[in-house]
């Protein structure tokens, strides 16, 4: 690729991988060699709306791995493929394939925890362990009355094709149930909004109008295959997140083998935004482990 086929706005430090069946992703790795064949890197997958730069914090902080965070399909600056079928969890190891990286750890957020998830129930020879914060599977099942609200709140702006209304719902999940947006860090709410505006205007409604955006194919029988996955989970929950979203992380480290449950105070959905010395602390701390 040259750089004259580069979004204008592509980021110089963010490569382009060729992910085949024209799929290019979005993948920014720290240091920017090569892991070495001796370490097996962490790999960095944000949540919904948002891209790679969710985890500026974590890229930052001398984890004593290398680093490699993603643009998921139809995020940052993946392109989706139009009626392509996909799922997230294929989509990580392509990008693994196109690295010549042969296993790596999965952390992921919301989305990218169930994205984790998944690759490792479907390629589990790809996968050395994993940390899922704020999800559980890509089968969530949502009965909190706040939930609930939410969800339906995104789906009126959508069907009402009001970016502004999307945006305002999109970000109250960053104060959660138990708080006003005003209590959140200023700039947390900014680097959320400005990273959904972007999914929004790139991948949503585009130039040539609104788009209807291919949906992941399902991974099925998710939550009952859970008992199966055999590599370390570490589920993290921000203590002032929803009940479904604190839910689904306890239920998916009652069923994992090899797992335990870690509650960062004082952040609801985002903790590696919100809390990301504890956060990444506590990733740390989940490294270590490993290699005890």
Do not use: K
């Not at 990286?101 to 998830?117: E, F, Q, Y």
């Amino acid at each position: 690729m040259t750089q004259d086929e580069r979004p204008a706005d592509t980021p110089s430090d963010l490569q382009l991988l060729d992910a085949g069946d024209g799929l290019r992703i979005g993948c920014l790795r720290h240091p920017p060699e090569s892991p070495a064949d001796d370490a097996t890197p962490v790999v960095l997958l944000h949540g919904g709306g948002l891209d790679h730069r969710m985890w500026r914090r974590q890229l930052d902080a001398g984890l004593p791995r290398p680093l490699i965070a993603l643009d998921a399909r139809g995020h940052g600056w993946t392109e989706a493929p139009r009626d392509a079928a996909f799922r997230h969890g294929d989509d990580v190891v392509a990008a693994l394939d196109a690295l010549h990286v042969d296993r790596a750890l999965l952390v992921g957020l919301s989305m990218g925890a169930a994205t984790a998830v998944d690759a490792g129930l479907e390629h589990p020879d790809r996968v050395a362990g994993i940390v899922a914060c704020g999800a559980g599977t890509s089968e969530p099942t949502f009965s909190d009355p706040w939930m609930l609200e939410q969800l339906d709140a995104q789906r009126r702006a959508a069907e009402n094709l009001d970016p502004e209304a999307w945006i305002r719902t999109a970000l109250q999940f960053a104060a959660g149930p138990h708080r006003e947006l005003a209590a959140v860090d200023a700039e947390v709410v900014a680097e959320l909004e400005t990273m959904l505006r972007r999914t929004l205007s790139v991948h949503i409604v585009g130039q040539d109008g609104p788009r209807a955006p291919t949906p992941a194919t399902p991974v099925q029988d998710t939550w009952e295959r859970l008992g199966g996955l055999q590599v370390p989970v570490l589920g993290v929950v921000g203590s002032l997140d929803a009940d479904d979203h604190l839910r689904m992380v306890g239920e998916l480290v009652d069923r994992c083998p090899r797992a335990r449950l870690v509650t960062v105070d004082a952040a609801a959905h985002y903790p590696p935004l919100e809390r990301p010395e504890e956060f990444t602390a506590t990733l740390r701390e989940f490294l270590a482990a490993l290699e005890a």
